[in-house]
């Protein structure tokens, strides 16, 4: 993963230099490849230093589960709108009736 942000940031460094027409959208392309890497590179340094997976507000231990999703996370913050979406709840619809379904004239 370092390695392929590192890529794509060299590669989009370039682009960026015979591309002039795109400026802002290309700055934060850049701007999000570079702290992704920051990301990538900060995550390896905590594994080296053997602190990998450990919430650096609480000190909390990340579970493995919400790790492979963002294994870049610094904290269980990072996974806050991850849990409100597994929370919503839809609700239950009927769809045995023939007046649940939607028609042509209903739009």
Do not use: W
């Amino acid at each position: 993963m370092k390695e392929e942000l590192r890529t794509r940031l060299f590669d989009h460094s370039l682009f960026e230099m015979t591309c002039e027409d795109h400026q802002g959208k290309s700055s934060t392309l850049m701007n999000h490849i570079k702290e992704e890497l920051q990301d990538v590179e900060r995550a390896l340094v905590k594994i080296d230093k053997g602190i990998y997976g450990y919430c650096e507000d609480t000190g909390e231990e990340i579970p493995f589960e919400k790790l492979r999703v963002l294994p870049t996370a610094r904290t269980i913050g990072d996974f806050y709108f991850q849990d409100l979406y597994e929370r919503k709840s839809l609700p239950q619809y009927d769809y045995t009736h023939e007046e649940t379904f939607i028609t042509g004239s209903d739009f």
